[in-house]
């Protein structure tokens, strides 16, 4: 995935992003990107090295906040506290996605407390990026949702606009369509969709990246209706029903998770 327009990320940048932290769910902790110390990498752990790079050594501090599960009103009393504490030069704010998942969900509504929260962010510290939503038209369960996700996305923009926030606008990534870009569980990003985002977000920053994040992926061998519906089968059987099953009991995944990265350490 070459890119002409790259960067030495060798050579610093006197006024590069110092310090950055991640708020948010699933997504910004990295589930479906899986690290070897058992903990989850990410899009914004991906991100993190590639601010750091344009920094002096142990000179860029990271911190990331996220659990998987959280909803909006849970990561703005949890997360957003902390992150003002912390007063990073950077914030990347994405939530909301779980909250849009629940039956009756509005998303008027959610974008109303969200904004909220940008509005608290952005006294606090230097810049504010905001995520929008994924464009679910081809994830089974989730296509019905498309409606109210694209809702959600026009008022992130909005919101962004209002508060001059750069927008890591995922709904446009044409490459996390492809199936290959997402996890067993299909509600996840896979290492590869993680890597996409985050050189996308690097974009949105300004950054000169190693790679396209839009570069189509390599063709993929035909796979015949039998085995798409043998998938689909396996796939409801280990991660839909215990999923349904958790919202029925009321329980999240992240019940009893913490944030991997509490505090403004060194890269």
Known sequence: MADDSQTDPQTEDKGAIGSYTAVGDSFTEGVGDPGPDGMYVGWADRLAVLLADRREEHTFGYANLAVRGRLLDQIVAEQVPRAKELAPDLVSFCAGGNDILRPGSDPDAIAERFEAAVADLSGAVGTVLVCTGFDTRGVPVLRHLRGKIATYTAHVRSIADRYDCPVLDLWSLRSVQDRRAWSGDRLHLSPEGHTRVALRAAQVL??????????????????????????????????????IGRRLRGESSGDDVTAKRPDLLPL
């Not at 189509?216 to 215990?242: G, K």
């Open 206 to 243: 300004g950054l000169g990246v190693p790679a396209d994040p839009d570069q189509e992926w390599p063709p993929e061998s035909h796979r015949a209706p039998s085995e798409v519906r043998r998938d689909n089968i396996q796939w409801a059987r280990e991660y839909l029903v215990p999923w």
